[in-house]
């Protein structure tokens, strides 16, 4: 990420104070700041899907309009990782890669995805809107993507947090199960939670096509056809037999 997006940042967004919830208050190294990017609370809206089963209901919670270009979950990350970076007074942002030589500048690293344990209280954020919008009452599961990790780590260990009897469950459309629960382990030992990640989440494998941002031309045509059979925005980076297959 340029200088130009942090100067940016810095201009647009003053840093603000953070105060998690209440159920999140006990949990280690909670960020201090945050900037507004992310536009809330996204909101939740049926889903009408002709294949389901009857008897279910499925909703979304539309995270494509938390922001014009920023839109989709990376931008919840970058509320927390940015004022993180700028609370550091670094000017450069580097991520998806291995740190370069930037002389004379003060680098801030960013993990792939934004899934860090600092990125992962976006989610824990987000959390906190599905409480208000009274999903805990009216659901019975919860279900994500899974990329790099951070989403469904700030969900599950929103859930387990506040003792939801909600089930979470994470679509893998990248690597393997075995490598998301290692993950989400390093942000609830981080966090100094005495639970297990297979323990509060069920991740499941076979929904990844080609892999992750890998989309064949018929996935992209059923990306544009689903779409436009339901009015939502449906990001390409996740594969279409998360849609197609039973």
Not at 81 to 91: E, F, G, M, R
Not at 189 to 215: C, F, H, N, P
Not at 216 to 231: K, R
């Amino acid at each position: 990420m340029s200088r130009n997006i942090v100067r940016s940042v810095r201009r647009l967004s003053d840093l603000q104070k953070y105060k998690p919830p209440k159920w999140a208050a006990s949990l280690k190294d909670i960020p201090q700041h945050f900037v507004q990017l992310a536009q809330r609370n996204t909101p939740i809206h049926p889903w009408d899907l002709s294949q389901l089963p009857k008897g279910f209901s499925l909703f979304i919670k539309r995270d494509d309009l938390t922001g014009n270009t920023l839109s989709g979950n990376k931008v919840r990350k970058l509320d927390f990782l940015l004022a993180d970076a700028l609370s550091k007074n670094c000017d450069t942002i580097f991520t998806c890669g291995g740190l370069q030589n930037q002389k004379g500048s003060s680098v801030y690293q960013i993990e792939v995805g934004g899934s860090s344990y600092t990125g992962m209280f976006g989610y824990l954020t987000a959390f906190q809107e599905l409480i208000e919008q009274n999903v805990l009452e009216n659901f019975d599961d919860i279900v994500v993507t899974v990329g790099s990790g951070g989403s469904a780590s700030g969900i599950a260990i929103g859930n387990y947090l506040t003792g939801s009897k909600l089930k979470c469950h994470a679509v893998n459309v990248s690597d393997n199960a075995a490598y998301f629960y290692n993950k989400i382990n390093e942000d609830l030992q981080a966090g100094g939670l005495d639970v297990q990640a297979e323990e509060i989440i069920d991740i499941i494998d076979g929904y990844k096509g080609r892999g992750y941002g890998l989309s064949t031309q018929h996935e992209l045509g059923g990306y544009l056809n689903f779409s436009n059979s339901c009015s939502k925005l449906i990001f390409k980076c996740t594969p279409t037999t998360n849609m197609h297959r039973p």
